[in-house]
């Protein structure tokens, strides 16, 4: 008999709320393996389809959100080859018991009739998609490529503010396509190559990750970010930070670079943020440095669908995900095999830092509101006595775009989204398909808000909420 799975399940589109039900286990097929889960992360994206009824047909639901894992492995495909495919070779690492972090795909779903469906409270499936690749459950269907093994001393907890961070950052740092930076030596710290990233979004998950994974690769890293948050940027390996509300940002970028880094070369920029003040502010700090004499490569790698209609300047911006699926798979197997290493021995820190939001499931939907309000960030309170063998945290950091989800490639979601983080009271459009815009008053209880129990996180069932 297969364990019994219960779902965070969103039962129509634009719902406020979700309903913890009965939903499949699902045994995994080839190149997947099975987890149950320990920790998830909270992204943008999934409060974006909960609230604006994006990427995913009315059909289709009810459905299950959810895009960063940790977990223990419990299931893999019987029969497994050790002779596997050059696709599925990954596989052949795991082994029942491991401790993972994954990047999940709520996008992608199994068929009802390859599902048993016998079990009490499945009806509800019966005809449709099954969303076993979705984070907010019990037990969830991971394939790869970003599925990495995390050593003794990381948590669950911890672990899982990284797979969708490293995975759209190395999508935008590394392929030719993109930045083409060097990737990071799998086994050191690459020695100072004498070139310049800029970062901008430096302190949020995929921007963070965007600073480790360059600084490791040698580059010269400098940061624009919230000022209350340039010490957590630095001791991730940025030399210099500025403050993105800085109204003279453009001239103190520009002016800092010509004076302390004479003679390196500019790689590029990466925006983790993507709306139009961020990138309106690095095309200008490009052209001017290309102005200046300093060899600098008019590129900025962005995030989020749309960015290109802001460019300026003759710089080029490209969106990761714009250059195809394939190229990001590959990319992230690259980004795992490094990351493996680099979390065992100690040259990748689990950033941004985590807020504790509650207990259970059922605190999922309180973290999504929190996030999607702006107000996740730094914001703790005393655990209550009582624990429910669940535990939930919410660490803000600003959106990573819906289409960096495995199956959006081919959807252009319109939306308007909140730029809370950036403290700009703006509203950003991005393109829209099929897809009308809900309001985002729904309410949400700012008394759910607790500090992570210290129990060894190996032990029952404990799933948290990181908004990453």
Known sequence: ???????????????????????????????????????????????GIQRLGILIPE??????????????????????????????????RFKIGDRVIGQTGPLFTKEAKDIDLSGDGLDVWKDKKIYAYAAFQEYVVLKGPLIARIPDNITY??????PLGIATAASCLFPPTMLNLDFPPADRKA??????????????SVGSCGVQIAMQAGYTVVGICSARNFGMVEGLGAVKCFDHNSASIVEDVVGYLKAEHEGKEVAGA???ISTAPTLTSLCEILHRLSGTGIKTRKFIASVYP?????????????????????????IA????????????HGRVACAPEKDIVGNGLEAVQGAMDRLAEGKCQKFRQKSPKKNTGYNAFSTLSFPTSPMALPGAENITPTFNLRDDTERQNKVESFPVLNSS???????????DVRKSDTRNDTGGLEIFAIAS
Request: net charge negative; hydrophobic share 40%; aromatic share 6%.
């Open 1 to 47: 008999m297969p364990p019994t799975n219960k779902a965070l399940v969103l039962s129509t589109p634009k719902s406020p709320t979700q309903s913890i039900l009965p939903a499949p286990y699902s045994h995994p097929s080839a190149g997947e393996l099975v987890i149950k889960t320990h920790a998830v992360a909270m992204n943008p994206a999934d409060w």
């Open 59 to 92: 059909s289709e639901y009810p459905i299950i959100l959810g895009c960063d894992i940790a977990g223990e492995v419990v299931e893999l495909p019987s029969g497994r080859d050790e002779n596997a495919s050059d696709e599925n070779a990954w596989l052949k």
């Open 157 to 162: 907890k911890d672990g899982a503010v990284l």
């Open 191 to 204: 020695a100072p190559n004498g070139k310049i990233l800029l970062v901008w979004g430096a302190s949020s």
């Open 270 to 272: 990466y925006d983790g």
């Open 306 to 330: 749309g960015a290109e209609a802001h460019a300026i300047h003759d710089v080029e911006i490209i969106v990761n995900l714009t250059q195809g699926m394939d190229q990001f798979y590959r």
């Open 333 to 344: 197997g690259q980004a795992r095999d490094w990351l493996e290493g680099a979390m065992q």
């Open 437 to 447: 815009i809900a309001p985002m008053d729904f309410q949400r209880d700012t008394n």
